[in-house]
């Protein structure tokens, strides 16, 4: 009799590096600088980053953005401080791989998802949302994803989200409500990174705070003693972007190219 041997069909996966926070310059040459590592390191897919502090620590520019493309990343979503460089309205409304929060009124400049085609053929959704929990007013994080999500998902199961928030209680309902409709929501805004990586039951990755790339000595990416001084005095000092001590906190997805479903988030973190 002859013999059969069963084996499962072998998942092919979708590699995703997401990058926390770029803070101005240091965070810019840190992508320089430990970017070619990780994808060697990792070999991902696709790398989204959040780039909305990458222009002097507020805002991004038109060039800056551009800079940041060329160096690899492919996806740049961002947050509250997106309209702090004026030239950036007019560079969102035609390239579609600077998003901004997607809970922005209608009639907002820009978009707040896009979709890329990786290298392998896979389409791969962005999807960026911010909180309202000590945040601008904007509409309902909750609803909007429901609409974009569904909107989505007629082109790709795998959608990566980075909710731009405060408050770790938002962030953390945000995941629940979204497990097992998105491939990862990744928590941005605190510049710390947290260490409640996980898969959450329906196949959802989730990180509360994906955090900060750019100087480590500092407070948040800012000069320490400006920072200090600040709290100290409660006066109006002008904040500088700190030097020094570079470093990139981000994370690491796998997921199943077919379905969208995480199967391993691992926290990255390379420094000098």
């Known amino acids: ?17 997401f990058i926390g926070d770029i803070v101005g310059k240091s965070g810019r040459k840190s992508v320089k600088d430990f970017l070619p590592l990780l994808m060697s390191e990792y070999n991902p897919d696709i790398v989204i980053a959040n780039g909305e502090n990458a222009a002097n620590g507020f805002g991004i520019t038109a060039k800056i953005a551009r800079e940041l493309f060329d160096l690899g990343i492919e996806v740049l979503t961002t947050g509250n401080h997106i309209w702090d460089k004026k030239d950036v309205l007019e560079y969102i409304q035609n390239e579609r791989r600077l998003i901004r929060p997607a809970n922005y009124p209608e009639d907002t400049p820009g978009r707040g998802s896009t979709i890329v085609t990786t290298g392998s053929g896979h389409k791969v959704a962005a999807l960026n949302l911010s909180g309202r929990i000590f945040m601008d007013p904007l509409d309902c994080p909750f609803k909007t994803a429901e609409k974009e999500i569904e ?6 199961n795998l959608i990566f989200v980075d909710f731009h928030a405060e408050a770790t209680a938002e ?4 995941g629940w409500f979204l497990d097992g409709k998105v491939t990862a929501l990744l928590g941005s805004h605190t510049h710390v990174q947290t260490a409640d990586e996980r898969i959450l039951p329906n196949g959802t990755a989730y990180i509360s705070d994906a955090g900060m790339t750019g100087s480590f000595d500092s ?7 400006i920072s200090i001084e600040r709290f100290r005095t409660q006066m109006p000092v002008s904040y500088r972007v700190a030097k020094g001590d570079l470093a990139l906190n981000g994370v690491f997805v796998e ?18």
Do not use: Y
């Not at 002859?2 to 995703?16: A, G």
């Not at 407070?219 to 003693?225: E, R």
């Open 151 to 156: 909107l989505l998902r007629e082109e790709t």
């Open 1 to 17: 009799m002859q013999d059969f041997t069963v084996t499962e069909k072998r998942k092919e996966l979708m590699k995703l590096l």
């Open 219 to 225: 407070v948040i990416g800012m000069d320490k003693d």
């Open 255 to 272: 997921a199943d190219a077919d379905s969208g479903k995480a199967i391993n988030i691992e926290r990255v973190q390379l420094g000098e």
């Open 171 to 174: 962030k953390i309902a945000a």
